[in-house]
């Protein structure tokens, strides 16, 4: 969009172009105005150039421009428009929210000259330079989140009309390739030890807990909000399964108890956790922090409560159990293509060791 200027000169200053109607030319500068009466009110404009092509080209896209913009709310800044976006997407997930406001944040403090610039003064440009302070600190995956917010933000004043065009369609770089994620997958003895080095923290008041919180995310092939949010009452002991609620879509689900993880269900009930049907199994909710400091300790990969589920759909595969089954009790709706195409290629660091075991069977 072009700046617009007050004409404060004398009209005798400017003289009317032939054949182009609303074009002026100011006498001493030689610059070019637009002139255009619009809802019964005198618009004029510097079309900043002393180029009559040029300025034939600029008058007709402020002209357009004037059709398309309210007058009312063209002059609202970026901090009231991020505010606009933030009460329109109230109805969001938590977490959604947590992260747009991240964003905001940032663009708080290092958009330069500040958020009190009006929309229509925004340049493809500053959104450019904006983008590229934030780049080298960010994933692919992550950039990908903050051009999003820009896009949806203006798409926001092209729709309130106070701007006509957004100008983040002039964006150099509004969306990177995902890199490809790093899936890391502990072994049975890693997870083993991991879960003794938290157990064996003395001075930790919840070591038992968080121990047994992700000693349950090994055994059970669970995330970490399925097992804070597992009841005693989810739990039958006479079908041998667990009852599971999936967050992400709520729809249920059921996990067989596997051997090991029955006798970890069974040892928490003995030692008094199960107090009543509505009761929660585990004391905490979540291990991410306790996970890291172990892993730390251990000189282990950072793994994540995601990669320690991860150990039974390995021991699953491995065991020759069938992927749709497999699938089945992740709470997957895919018939196992997730199980196929991601977890079967991260499978640990005793890849080399499974690799022999199968070559032995040519032997034999």
């Given at each position: 969009m072009i700046d617009r200027t007050s004409i404060a000169a004398p009209a005798a200053d400017y003289v009317k172009v032939a054949n182009f109607p609303g074009l002026y030319r100011h006498t001493r500068s030689c610059r070019y105005y637009g002139v255009k009466k619009i809802r019964g009110k005198r618009r004029e404009c510097s079309l900043r150039t002393t180029d009559r092509k040029i300025a034939e080209r600029r008058l007709r896209e402020w002209?357009?421009?004037?059709?398309?913009?309210?007058?009312?709310?063209?002059?609202?800044?970026?901090?009231?428009l991020l505010h606009k976006f933030v009460a329109a997407n109230r109805g969001k997930s938590a977490k959604t929210q947590a992260t747009n406001a991240s964003i905001i944040a940032q663009l708080q403090q290092t958009w330069l000259g500040?958020?009190?610039?009006?929309?229509?003064?925004?340049?493809?440009?500053?959104?450019?330079?904006?983008?590229?302070?934030?780049?080298n600190r960010l994933k692919n995956t992550t950039y990908n989140r903050y051009a999003g917010l820009l896009k949806q933000v203006f798409h926001i004043a092209v729709c309130d009309h106070v701007i006509a065009h957004s100008p983040f369609a002039g964006v150099q770089r509004?969306?990177?390739?995902?890199?490809?994620?790093?899936?890391?997958?502990?072994?049975?003895?890693?997870?083993?030890?991991?879960?003794?080095?938290?157990?064996?923290?003395?001075?930790?008041?919840?070591?038992?807990?968080?121990?047994?919180?992700?000693?349950f995310l090994g055994l059970a092939g669970l995330g970490q909000a399925e097992a804070a949010s597992l009841r005693w009452g989810d739990i039958d002991w006479e079908l041998n399964r667990l009852t599971i609620r999936r967050?992400?879509?709520?729809?249920?689900?059921?996990?067989?108890?596997?051997?090991?993880?029955?006798?970890?269900?069974?040892?928490?009930?003995?030692?008094?956790?199960?107090?009543?049907?509505?009761?929660?199994?585990?004391?905490?909710?979540?291990a991410k922090k306790a996970l890291r400091a172990a892993c730390e300790r251990l000189g282990y990969p950072n793994f994540s409560q995601r990669s320690i589920r991860r150990c039974l759909i390995r021991k699953l595969w491995r065991a020759g159990v069938d992927k749709k089954l497999i699938a089945k009790w992740q709470g997957h709706q895919d018939g196992g293509q997730l199980i196929m195409d991601?977890?079967?290629?991260?499978?640990?660091?005793?890849?080399a060791e499974y690799e022999r075991q199968q070559l032995a069977k040519l032997k034999r």
């Open positions: 002209m357009r421009n004037l059709q398309v913009v309210d007058r009312e709310v063209e002059k609202t800044t970026l901090r009231e500040g958020l009190d610039i009006e929309v229509r003064q925004v340049r493809s440009s500053h959104l450019d330079e904006w983008l590229a302070l934030q780049e509004g969306w990177k390739k995902p890199q490809e994620p790093v899936r890391l997958v502990p072994t049975t003895d890693q997870l083993q030890t991991i879960v003794e080095e938290i157990r064996s923290q003395k001075y930790t008041r919840f070591a038992a807990a968080t121990a047994d919180f992700v000693e967050h992400k879509t709520d729809t249920r689900f059921y996990v067989p108890l596997y051997p090991e993880l029955k006798k970890l269900l069974l040892r928490l009930e003995r030692d008094g956790w199960a107090f009543s049907a509505e009761n929660r199994v585990f004391a905490i909710k979540d991601t977890y079967t290629e991260v499978f640990g660091d005793d890849d």
